[in-house]
């Protein structure tokens, strides 16, 4: 999670959802130099694990809170994609996705999208159409001077290696991620409809805690 100081908002980067690029459109907005010197650091940096973020709510309520949903088929492609660019490689696309959807890998990947929020985050779509309503909505939120909207990057491009899972896997995803896939399936730009349908759990963040979500701590 990123807790800006300069403007009243809070990001929270679910994993394989463009966070990336919208960390950077914030840096500009923000004044702030993004890391960029291996996965550990920019980890450490911007990615708390995810089970830390769903308090934030209750400690910044009068801030603009928001993350993005990622189609839950695509984003298991990409984050297939990045495995074999890892140690993780020779794995399978069915057996990578299903061994960490049953917990074998790192907690933060075995979670379903919304399992990252609570009610009360504004939600985009990692879409062209998305992000532009992100831009809109966070820029009236914020009332960013129209002067300062940074220009939106495009980072962390795919590679273009193919990935197919079978049919029962896809299956497994759409079940496991279901409010996300939901979420997609609705044909708004931003969370809609499906918010009121999601459960989503609760943690005991610490203020330590979310003091350092902020940037450069």
């Not at 991620?177 to 943690?203: E, L, N, Q």
């Amino acid at each position: 999670m990123i807790i800006g100081e300069r403007y009243p908002f809070a990001f929270v980067h679910i994993p394989k959802t463009g966070g990336s690029s919208i960390t950077k459109w914030l840096a500009q907005l923000e004044g702030k130099s993004v890391p960029n010197v291996g996965a550990r650091a920019w980890q450490a940096a911007f990615h708390n694990h995810g089970s830390m973020h769903s308090g934030a709510i209750d400690e910044f309520g009068g801030r603009f809170c928001f993350c993005f949903f990622r189609d839950p088929i695509e984003r298991w492609q990409s984050w297939w994609r990045a495995s074999q660019r890892s140690l993780v490689t020779g794995t399978s696309p069915d057996d990578f996705v299903m061994d960490r959807i049953n917990g074998s890998g790192r907690k933060f990947m075995s979670m379903a999208q919304h399992e990252f929020i609570r009610p009360g985050y504004t939600v985009f779509k990692t879409t062209g159409n998305g992000r532009y309503q992100f831009i809109v909505r966070a820029t009236a939120a914020l009332t960013i001077p129209f002067a300062d909207i940074p220009v939106f990057p495009h980072l962390n491009k795919s590679e273009g290696i193919e990935v197919e899972f079978s049919g029962k896997v896809e299956q497994a995803i759409l079940e496991h991620d279901h409010v996300a896939a939901d979420f997609f399936d609705d044909h708004t730009s931003d969370w809609g409809a499906y918010s009121g349908k999601a459960v989503f759990p609760s943690s005991g963040i610490t203020r330590e805690e979310i003091d350092a979500m902020r940037w450069g701590q």
